[in-house]
C-alpha cells in the first residue's frame, strides 16, 4: 500500500472514530438530565414524606379547648333561652284560651244555679199543695209546679283546653305550681259535682216514672209553649201561665200512697238540688280564683 493510501484510510478510522465519540457523548447528554429529573423527584419526595410539623405549646392547646368549650357552652345557652321563649309563649296562649273555658263554665254555672233554684221552689211549693189536697182550688197549679220540679238540669263544663294541657304533658309550660294547683283544685271541684249528678240521677228517674202514673202527658206539653226550653216565668209574671194554673185537668189515679210517694220525691228532689247548689257556689269561686290567677302570672288585664 502506498503511503498516500495509508493516509486515506487513516483518515477515514479517524473519522469514524470521531463520529462514534459523538454518538455517545450525546446519549450521555441525553441521560444525564433524566438522572438529574429521578434525584430531584427523590428529593422532592423525600421533602412531602417526612414534613416538618411545628410544635404547639401546651398554652397554645388549653386556649383552644378553652375556645371550643365556650362555644359549646353559648350554642346550650342559647338554645336553652330559644325553648324557654317558646314555652313561655305556649304558656300564655294556653293560658287565655283557660281563661275563656273558665269563663263560660261560670256563666254554665250560674245558669245551673238558677235553673236549679227554680226547680227547687217548685218542688216545695208542689210538697205543700200535696199536703194540703184539701184546700186546693184547682189542679192546673200541680200540674205546673210538677212540671218545674221533674226538671233535670246538669251542669256542662267546657274542659277541652285543660286535658289538652295533660295529656301532652304541657301542663308544665306554666311552671308556677300554686297556678297549677288551681287549675287541678278546679277540676276536682267539677269532678264532685259531676259525682253528685250521677249518684242523683236514678232518684230523678223514679221521680219521673212516678209522675208518668199520676199526670196527663198532654197537659204538659201545653206549658212547653208557654213556657220554651227554659223555664225562668214564674206564674206571676206570665199571663199565659196564670190562666193555666186556674184551670182543673184531670189525673190518671188518685190512689193515696201514690200522691204521697209523689210529695215525698218533690221535698227529695229539692233537698238534691239544694245540696248540689252548694257546691255549684264553690266550683264558680275556684273558676274566679284561678282566672285571676291565670291573670296576673301573664299579664293579660290590659289585652
Known sequence: MSEEEEN??????MTDDS????????????AEPE???SKSEIKTMEVHHHPQVEKKSFKE??????????????GFFAENLRENFVEHRNAKEFAVLLIQDLSSDAAEIDNAISMQNLIINAGDSLGVLLKNNSKIISTGKIYFYEY???RRWNLVTHDATLQQLKNSGALRYLGNTMLTRKIL???????VISLMQNRFEPDKIENLN???KVFDQSYFNSLDSLLGAIPINLPDKNKGVIMYIQKDYPFLTNEKTVWEQLRNMAYNSSSNYRFEIYFLNAAKQQAFKTIDALTKEYHLEHE
Open 8 to 13: 486515506i484510510n487513516n483518515g477515514l478510522k
Open 61 to 74: 392547646y388549653l386556649l383552644e379547648g378553652l375556645m371550643i368549650f365556650l362555644a359549646v357552652t353559648m
Open 35 to 37: 438522572a438529574l429529573n
Open 19 to 30: 463520529e462514534e465519540k459523538s454518538k455517545v457523548d450525546s446519549q450521555q447528554s441525553l
Open 148 to 150: 218545674l220540679s221533674m
Open 185 to 191: 283544685d278546679y277540676e276536682q271541684a267539677i269532678k
Open 210 to 212: 212516678l209522675v208518668h
